[in-house]
């Protein structure tokens, strides 16, 4: 069944003072399709459209053409089925109410959703325990770290226990404990069969949660594609990384054909990206002839086929 | 834990038709320990006696010197209970700019993403105002206007502590009703607020009787429950009767109904026009 059906979604913002006068689409004609218990990464500079999708999913956005459906149901005409099915969190440490203690914030959300009583107070209980905030429950929100605060939103997310989560770069300000305590946190939402879509920037996150990922730039897809595919879309061939490689096989490996570039360090550690499957096989071949034996292959990351498809506008965010 | 959602199945009444009642009381319930986090983190019971308080009984005490230099006896007690009452209204209004304070902690795109209607969260969030107003006009009226010639005995004050707390509800009610629209212009907050009170002061008979207004203005003064929850507290001052109270009560609590409901449409208008515009992010 599929949980998350996008077509032809287009969200268009007046123009702005000082442009060309056309409105500016934040979503163009955007296609998505994430099955039920998937992992779904959306990956995009600032400004992409990312956060768009997320808010048009979560109903808060109305969008100005298309269709978007979560389980089944618009957006639009039955939204408040899709608000009872789909929990969002979104990065930051704002939405919270600093004044409450943690165990507050979650029974007023939980309240929102129509949970009352017994089931209230042992849902609150079980997700502030889950979130390792059992000891905080009764700590106001406002004297708790970034990180817990973090772990409470996102408890504050599954308080209705929703089968599809919207995760918007959910590990920002965490630290690398917490952080690693989190992708464990995906993996039972996963065990769970809930669908998550997650915005990140983290890359190697991205890499080790997501089912499939799909890149986004300009409002529209770049491409959807399953991680352990993504990297053929850069390049055919393993990047190959070798330790003492004398100079001579450095410059050898520099003139053969099907070679994208060769990064050489100081300490002889070598990388070479090709750009080809023969291109893989004869720096091996010379690597090896060579009597390089310290030799390694990996196919192309995720951060690279990033990199590769959308590094080219650097720091600069859509205008 | 199985991501099924949730049902509204939990501890239903018997009958559906009371569902939604029974759900938005729950959500009001929830949403007063955010107002009662609020009071306790700007009030302790020092600052509120000797701050707010204080600072109320000396508006009341104010008002009614200036009327005592002017008048007779009779009008220096009727300013004493209008200016009294008055500092729950004035406290109420207080609605306007707290209701804002959702957009600032970023609460706001969250509200929009649940099935509740807003509108309850906003009553409840806010509640410290009529609470707190109602005791500073109780304590004003009972302690501070006998000193300006207004008296009560024992048999009045069951009347002016129900009719307090709605004076305080009702105004609340219609300060909601303005605080949906101040969600889309947070820089006139304390505009709206203040300029509302003031109408109030000056129109509903605190310093001026609402008779001596042309017709025009009495109408709009009719609108508001300030006009009648105050005469109801003027007649029971007088010892009118209990049928001429709970009529003013009456018209007091429908007046303040319409300005709920006035603002549970307003509430939901200015979500779906959030939604639209995407003004809900920009918080």
């Known amino acids: 069944m599929t949980a998350v059906r996008v077509r032809g979604l287009t969200r268009a913002y007046p123009a702005r003072k000082g442009s060309d006068g056309r409105p500016h689409l934040a979503l163009d004609a955007f296609d998505l399709t994430v099955e039920r218990g998937e992992i779904h990464g959306l990956l995009g500079p600032n400004g992409a459209g990312k956060t768009t999708l997320c808010r048009i999913l979560c109903t808060v956005l109305l969008p100005t053409s298309g269709t978007a459906e979560v389980l089944g149901h618009d957006v639009l005409a039955e939204a408040d089925a899709v608000r009872r099915s789909i929990g969002i969190v979104f990065g930051g440490e704002r939405g919270l109410y600093g004044r409450l203690t943690a165990t507050q914030n979650l029974c007023f959300w939980a309240a ?82 809930r669908t998550v879509l997650l915005t990140t920037h983290d890359m190697q996150e991205a890499e080790a949660l997501c089912d499939r990922v799909t890149l986004v730039d300009h409002g529209q897809v770049i491409v959807t594609e399953s991680v352990t595919e993504v990297g053929s879309l850069l390049a055919r061939g393993d990047r190959i990384e070798a330790a003492g490689v004398p100079d001579t096989t450095v410059l050898a490996l520099r003139k053969l054909p099907g070679i994208t570039s060769v990064d050489a360090s100081d300490n002889g550690t070598v990388r070479v990206v090709p750009n080809a499957e023969s291109g893989t096989e004869q720096a091996l071949r010379l690597l090896v002839d060579a009597g390089v034996t310290r030799i390694s292959t990996a196919p192309p990351t995720l951060e690279e086929v990033y990199l590769g498809l959308i590094g080219s506008r650097g720091m600069a965010v859509r205008s | 834990m199985k991501g099924a959602g949730v049902r509204f199945t939990a501890a239903a009444p018997a009958l559906p038709a009371l569902r939604p009642a029974v759900q938005a009381a729950r959500v009001v319930r929830h949403s007063a320990a955010i107002a009662f986090a609020d009071m306790r983190a700007v009030y302790t019971w020092k600052v509120w006696i000797f701050g707010w308080l204080g600072r109320m009984l000396a508006q009341v005490t104010f008002f009614t010197l200036l009327a005592r230099t002017t008048g007779s006896e009779e009008h220096t007690a009727y300013i004493a209970v209008g200016n009294s009452v008055m500092t729950c209204a004035l406290e109420c209004m207080s609605v306007v700019a707290s209701t804002t304070w959702e957009r600032l902690s970023g609460t706001l795109v969250l509200l929009c993403a649940v099935p509740a209607r807003p509108v309850w969260v906003f009553f409840g969030r806010s509640l410290q105002w009529p609470i707190s107003g109602s005791g500073t006009s109780l304590i004003a009226l009972l302690f501070l206007a006998p000193l300006f010639g207004v008296s009560w005995h024992p048999g009045q004050v069951p009347a002016l502590v129900v009719l307090v707390p709605l004076t305080a509800l009702t105004t609340y009610c219609f300060g909601l009703f303005l605080a949906a629209f101040v969600l889309n212009a947070n820089g006139v907050r304390n505009i709206v607020s203040n300029v509302a009170y003031l109408l109030m002061m000056i129109l509903c008979g605190v310093n001026i009787p609402v008779s001596q207004w042309p017709p025009a203005v009495q109408a709009v003064a009719d609108i508001l429950p300030l006009t009648h929850s105050l005469h109801a507290i003027r007649l029971v001052s007088d010892g009118a009767g209990a049928s001429r109270v709970l009529g003013a009560a009456g018209l007091a609590l429908l007046c303040g109904a319409g300005w709920l409901l006035g603002a549970y449409v307003a509430f939901n208008r200015f979500m779906a026009r959030a939604r639209g515009l995407g003004s809900a992010d920009l918080f």
Do not use: N
């Open chain 1, 112 to 193: 929102l959703y129509g949970l009352s009583g017994r089931d209230l107070h042992s849902r609150v209980d079980m997700l502030l325990a889950r979130m390792g905030l059992g000891d905080r429950a009764h700590d106001r929100v406002d004297t708790m770290s970034r990180g817990m605060k973090q772990r409470l939103h996102i408890a504050r997310g599954l308080v209705h226990d929703p089968s599809v989560l919207i995760l918007d770069e959910p590990t920002i300000g965490m630290d690398p404990v917490a952080a690693h305590a989190f992708r464990e946190l995906i993996e039972q939402l996963r065990a769970e069969e």
